[in-house]
T-cell receptor, first 113, second 113 residues
Framework: AQSVTQLGSHVSVSEGALVLLRCNYSSSVPPYLFWYVQYPNQGLQLLLKYTSAATLVKGINGFEAEFKKSETSFHLTKPSAHMSDAAEYFC???????????FGKGTLLTVNP | KAGVTQTPRYLIKTRGQQVTLSCSPISGHRSVSWYQQTPGQGLQFLFEYFSETQRNKGNFPGRFSGRQFSNSRSEMNVSTLELGDSALYLCASSWTGTNQPQHFGDGTRLSIL
């Protein structure tokens, strides 16, 4: 079985500050990990993916995430927050042959001017 | 390249009715998955289809069903609607569905009165 835990349902940062969204996973098979972003009234947009090629993954819009097996973590970071980053962020996991994504509960990011 | 298209975007039904939602995947994608998103339960996997075959099913009652056509388009059906079925239903597609990023549509917002 696989699961994902996102620490913090709501994170608030100032514009220009570091963004850190936490994700820890549990998996009995090698995991594939993803971060998605959802803006109001829209579907999910893929930010980045970890597929075992490199532990530091760069995504769109200046986001990156580092896979740490020893800590079972895949935290999402961005050096400088922008107002347009305000949205809900989801960490997701897949692996083996279950043909599905298992999502965390999501973290709502608020960016203050 | 056109993205995942879901129709309709909004739907209002009453208890006891049934509903059919449609999803057209990205051209060339053969795997289609469906997810239910609610404020209380978050994103939950419904089922996944590949080449017209259901390969995995989530923990939902039999009132929820789906199918996939030879052109990879998919439909999901919910019969005997209940108030708790009110949700955003998201469709996602990928090439093979095996540990790949899934590309999401904007969803169908279903409201049950």
């Amino acid at each position: 079985a696989q699961s994902v835990t996102q620490l913090g349902s709501h994170v608030s940062v100032s514009e220009g500050a570091l963004v850190l969204l936490r994700c820890n996973y549990s998996s009995s098979v090698p995991p594939y990990l993803f971060w998605y972003v959802q803006y109001p009234n829209q579907g999910l947009q893929l930010l980045l993916k970890y597929t075992s090629a490199a532990t530091l993954v760069k995504g769109i819009n200046g986001f990156e995430a580092e896979f740490k097996k020893s800590e079972t973590s895949f935290h999402l970071t961005k050096p400088s927050a922008h107002m347009s980053d305000a949205a809900e962020y989801f960490c997701a996991i897949s692996g083996g042959s279950n043909y599905k994504l298992t999502f965390g509960k999501g973290t709502l990011l608020t960016v203050n001017p | 390249k056109a993205g995942v298209t879901q129709t309709p975007r909004y739907l209002i039904k009453t208890r006891g009715q049934q509903v059919t939602l449609s999803c057209s995947p990205i051209s060339g994608h053969r795997s289609v998955s469906w997810y239910q998103q609610t404020p209380g339960q978050g994103l939950q996997f419904l089922f996944e289809y590949f080449s017209e075959t259901q390969r995995n099913k989530g923990n939902f009652p039999g009132r929820f069903s789906g199918r996939q056509f030879s052109n990879s388009r998919s439909e999901m059906n919910v019969s005997t609607l209940e108030l708790g079925d009110s949700a955003l239903y998201l469709c996602a597609s990928s090439w093979t569905g095996t540990n790949q990023p899934q590309h999401f549509g904007d969803g169908t917002r279903l409201s049950i009165l």
